[in-house]
C-alpha cells in the first residue's frame, strides 16, 4: 500500500460535482466538497423525497434532483454513493449518457464487484473510472447524518486499474484530501481481501453475536449489565442491515475465506478452553495484545461509541413566542403501532409511509422481529414488513420487553393470547405500574391463560395453546385499547366475537382489519369479527397523529397573533374531541384540503389566534380526547372563566396521575386548579413562571412547553426525557414555528 504524497494545494477546479446517493457516506462527502471550495457547484442526486426533501437545507447540497439524467449534466465528477448491489443499474444509466470527460468515482466498500459491473456495463473500463472505499462511516445513516468532517483523518483507499488515467485518479485525490482525508492506493484484489478481514469478518460476528445474545431468554439483563468491551464491539451491529447484506454478498469469495480462517482458529480457542490449556491461551492473548496496540494509531481513529452516561433531560420554555407557519407532526402512533401488527400477521410484504419512529412505536417492531418478523427500517418513516401470517409467529427467545407502552402490551395480549407458545409481556417501571386486569378479564372469558403481577399490573404472562371462543363483550368503560385487544383476540377465537362500547373510541383498528381485507362488521356501537379469514398485504400511509397536533392546536389559540397551518392530520371522527371542545371555547379551527388516504380521514388544520371562555366539557366528547386533555387543560387555564371536565377517571392511570400532576403544575404557576375524583375545575386566569414536574410523563412535559406562551416568566419543566417516546423532535418543530422552549440538558 502506497501514499499518495506530493499532490498541488486545494483550488476551486471542479466546476459542478454530482453526488449520487445522498446517505451518511454520499452526504457527508458532498457537504464536505461544498465547503471545501474545491467546486462551485454540488449536485445530489437521491430517489428518496426525505433525503431531498432535507439535503438543501442541512446544507449537504446546492441543488437536489431524482433525476440521474438531469443531476449528472455538465458535471465534472461524478461520485457514486448507493449500495454495491445497486450500482449496476445506475452505471447502466450513465453508460447510455454523453458524460464528456467527467471522472466517475465510487464509496463501495467491495471494489472486484463494482469493477465487474462497470465493465458489463460500458464493455471496459473506462479510463476516467476511479473505485475507491472511504474507512469511514457511523452507526447512524441517513442524509441527516451527514458530517462534513467525516472523513477527517480516516484513510480512504483508491483502487485504480491499468487503464485508469493518472488525471483521473489525481482529481479523485484531491477531493479526499481537501476533506482531510488520508489517501491511499492498493491493489483492487488486496482491498477487497483486506477489508473481508479487517471490516466485513467483524461486522459479520458483530451483527451474529448480538443476534446470539439477543435470542437468549436473559437477553435484556446480559444488554443492561453489558460492559465497555462489549459495546464497542457490537456498536458496529447498528449499522444499516441492508447495506451489509450487500456488502456481503458482492464480496462473497474474500468473506467466506476469512470467516473459514476465524472458525478454524475459534475452534482451536474452544479446545483450549475446554482442556484448560493456559500456554495456547496466554499465547493468542498475548499476541492479540501486542497486535492491537501495533494498530492502535489506526483503530484510535475509529468512531468507537462512548459508554453511555446518565443524563437528566429537563425542558426551560420562556414567554413572548409566536405560533406561525406550515408543519407537519410526526405520524400517529396508534396507527402506526396497528400497522406493525397486522402487517406481521398478513400475508405478503406490507408497505408503511409516515411510521412514526418514536419508542412506543419501536417497542411493538421489536416484539413481532423477536417472533420472527422480517421487518426492514424505519428510515424516514418507511417500513417494510414481510408478513408470516395469522399463524406464522414464533416464540420469542425471552420476555418482551415493551418499554413504555402501553398500547404494545395491551393490544399483544390479544393477539398472543391466541397463540401456540407462552409468551411474557414486561415493561419499564412506569409501565409496570399500570393496570392490565380491564384486558385480562375478557381475554381469560374467552378462554386466555393469563397471569398478571401484584394488583393485575405486568408482567403479563400468557400460556400458549388455549383454546379461544368468541364472545359479546359489554365494555364497562370505553377504551379503545381493551376493544382492540378483544377483536385482535377473536382473530383467534372460534366463532365470533363482538365488542359494545359504552362511547366511542378510536376506530383504527376496526378501520385498519378492514384495509388488510379482514371483514369488520361495525353496528353503532358494537364491533363483530370472526375468525377464519386472512389479513393481506397493503400499503400503509400513516396520518399526522392528532395527539401530537393538539399542542400546536392550543399553542396557536392562546398564542395572539398566531396563525398556523397543521399538515396531514389525521381526523379520525373517534380521535377529534380536542377539535370539538377547542371550537367550543371559541377557537378558530378551520379544516382544509379534507380527504381519505388508505382508509384514514385526514386534513389540513388551520388555527388563528382567538380569545378562548370556560366551559363545560361535554361527557361525550372526553373519550374522543382522552390523551389531548394534559394540554386542553392549558388552553382552560388561558380561558376566561371556569373551566370544568367529569368522567375522565381514565386519566388517573396513564403514565402519571394526569389530573394530579396537571393540577399541581399548574398551581405552581398560580393558577386556581381543582382536581377531583374524576376530572378538574380549572379557572383561567394569568400563568407566572416557575417550575414544575412532568413525573416522567411526556404529555405534560411538552402541555407546560405550550403553557409558557402565555405566562410571564420561564417555566422549568424537570424530567422531560420520555418526550421521545410520544414526540420525537418536539422541540425543534416547536422552535421551527417560533415557540422558545429548549432542551436544559444535565448529567449525573
Known amino acids: 500500500m502506497a501514499d499518495v504524497t506530493g499532490l498541488s494545494p486545494v483550488t476551486p477546479t471542479i466546476g459542478r460535482l454530482a453526488v449520487i446517493g445522498l446517505g451518511l457516506i454520499g452526504g457527508s462527502f458532498a457537504k464536505g466538497m461544498r465547503q471545501s471550495g474545491l467546486c462551485r457547484e454540488v449536485i ?58 467527467a471522472v466517475i468515482t465510487d464509496v463501495g466498500s467491495t471494489k472486484g464487484a463494482v469493477a465487474q459491473a462497470v465493465e458489463e456495463v460500458f464493455g471496459t473500463v473506462p479510463a476516467n473510472f476511479v473505485p475507491g472505499h472511504p474507512i469511514a462511516g457511523s452507526e447512524k445513516s441517513g442524509v441527516e447524518a451527514a458530517r462534513a468532517d467525516l472523513f477527517r483523518h480516516h484513510k480512504v483507499i483508491l483502487t485504480p486499474l491499468e487503464q485508469t488515467a493518472a488525471e483521473a485518479v489525481s482529481l479523485v485525490q484531491r477531493c479526499w484530501q481537501a476533506l482531510d482525508a488520508d489517501v491511499e492506493s492498493m491493489s483492487l484484489a488486496d482491498h477487497d481481501e483486506v477489508l473481508a478481514a479487517t471490516s466485513h469478518l467483524p461486522h459479520l460476528l458483530a451483527f451474529s453475536l448480538v443476534d446470539t445474545l439477543a435470542s437468549r431468554n436473559e437477553n435484556l439483563e ?54 484448560r490449556d ?114 406464522g409467529l414464533q416464540a420469542p427467545p425471552g420476555s418482551l420487553y415493551l418499554g413504555n407502552s402501553g398500547t404494545s402490551m395491551r393490544l399483544l395480549s390479544g393477539l398472543l393470547a391466541g397463540q401456540d407458545f407462552d409468551t411474557v409481556l414486561t415493561g419499564d417501571a412506569s409501565l409496570s405500574k399500570r393496570p392490565m386486569g380491564r384486558v385480562a378479564k375478557p381475554l381469560r372469558e374467552m378462554g386466555a391463560q393469563i397471569d398478571t403481577g401484584d394488583e393485575g399490573r405486568p408482567p403479563l404472562r400468557i400460556k400458549g395453546g388455549s383454546r379461544m371462543m368468541g364472545m359479546d363483550y359489554q365494555m364497562p368503560m370505553a377504551s379503545a385499547q381493551v376493544k382492540s385487544c378483544i377483536l385482535l383476540a377473536g382473530l383467534y377465537a372460534s366463532g365470533t366475537t363482538s365488542v359494545t362500547e359504552p362511547a366511542p373510541t378510536r376506530d383504527h383498528t376496526e378501520r385498519m382489519l378492514k384495509g388488510f381485507g379482514y371483514p369488520v362488521k361495525v353496528d353503532g356501537a358494537t364491533a363483530t369479527i370472526e375468525s377464519g379469514h386472512t389479513l393481506k398485504a397493503c400499503r400503509i400511509d400513516v396520518p399526522a397523529d392528532i395527539s401530537s397536533a393538539a399542542f400546536f392546536m392550543v399553542a396557536a389559540s392562546i398564542c395572539e397573533g398566531a396563525d398556523l397551518t397543521l399538515e396531514h392530520v389525521g381526523i379520525n371522527p373517534t380521535r377529534i374531541g380536542i377539535i370539538n ?11 382544509l384540503n379534507e380527504r381519505e388516504v388508505g382508509g384514514e380521514p385526514v386534513a389540513d388544520i388551520r388555527v388563528r389566534y382567538a380569545p378562548l371562555k370556560g366551559i363545560d366539557i361535554p361527557v361525550d366528547q372526553v373519550p374522543l380526547a382522552i390523551d389531548e386533555f394534559p394540554v386542553l387543560f392549558v388552553a382552560a387555564a388561558c380561558a376566561e372563566g371556569r373551566t370544568i371536565l367529569r368522567d375522565a377517571e381514565e386519566l388517573r392511570v396513564k403514565e402519571s396521575d394526569r389530573i394530579q400532576v396537571m393540577a399541581d403544575g399548574l398551581q405552581a404557576l398560580g393558577v ?55 414526540f420525537p423532535g418536539f422541540i425543534d418543530l416547536a422552535q421551527s414555528v417560533g415557540m422558545q422552549v429548549r432542551l436544559e440538558e444535565t448529567r449525573d
Request: charged fraction near 20%; glycine fraction near 10%; aromatic fraction near 6%.
Open 44 to 101: 445530489g442526486c437521491d430517489l428518496d423525497p426525505v433525503s431531498r426533501r432535507q439535503a438543501v437545507p442541512l446544507g449537504v447540497v446546492d441543488k437536489v434532483t431524482a433525476n440521474l439524467v438531469e443531476a449528472v449534466q455538465g458535471a465534472d465528477l461524478i461520485m457514486l454513493a448507493v449500495p454495491v448491489l445497486g450500482m449496476r443499474a445506475v452505471l447502466a444509466q450513465l453508460a447510455a449518457l454523453e458524460l464528456g470527460d
Open 222 to 275: 446480559i444488554f443492561r449489565y453489558a460492559a465497555g468491551g462489549f459495546r464497542d464491539f457490537t456498536r458496529i451491529a447498528a449499522s444499516d442491515p441492508v447495506m451489509w447484506r450487500d456488502v456481503f454478498l458482492a464480496n462473497r469469495d474474500a468473506v467466506l475465506r476469512s470467516l473459514d480462517a476465524f472458525t478454524q482458529d475459534l475452534g482451536r480457542l474452544r479446545e483450549a478452553v475446554e482442556t
Open 278 to 391: 493456559a500456554n495456547t491461551l496466554l499465547g493468542v492473548f498475548t499476541r492479540a495484545k501486542s497486535a492491537r496496540e501495533h494498530f492502535s494509531t489506526i483503530l484510535a481513529r475509529r468512531a468507537y461509541m462512548e459508554p453511555m452516561q446518565t443524563q437528566e433531560f429537563n425542558f426551560i420554555a420562556s414567554p413572548g413566542g409566536k405560533v406561525n407557519g406550515s408543519i407537519r407532526v410526526p405520524g400517529d402512533k396508534s396507527i402506526s403501532h396497528r400497522s406493525i401488527m397486522l402487517g406481521s400477521l398478513a400475508e405478503g410484504v406490507t408497505e408503511v409511509e409516515g411510521f412514526l419512529e418514536g419508542e412506543d412505536s419501536l417497542a411493538t417492531l421489536q416484539a413481532f422481529r423477536d417472533m420472527g418478523v422480517v421487518i426492514e427500517g424505519p428510515h424516514h418513516g418507511r417500513v417494510t414488513i414481510n408478513g408470516v401470517g395469522l399463524h
Open 581 to 591: 371542545i377547542l371550537r367550543a371555547m371559541g377557537g378558530d379551527l378551520e379544516l
Open 672 to 726: 386556581k386548579a381543582e382536581p377531583t375524583p374524576d376530572g378538574i375545575i380549572i379557572d383561567g386566569g394569568a400563568i407566572g413562571g416557575g417550575s414544575v414536574e412532568s413525573h416522567g410523563d411526556h404529555r405534560i412535559a411538552m402541555s407546560f412547553s405550550v403553557a409558557a406562551l402565555r405566562a410571564t416568566g420561564d417555566i422549568h419543566i424537570k424530567d422531560c426525557a420520555n418526550v421521545a417516546t410520544s
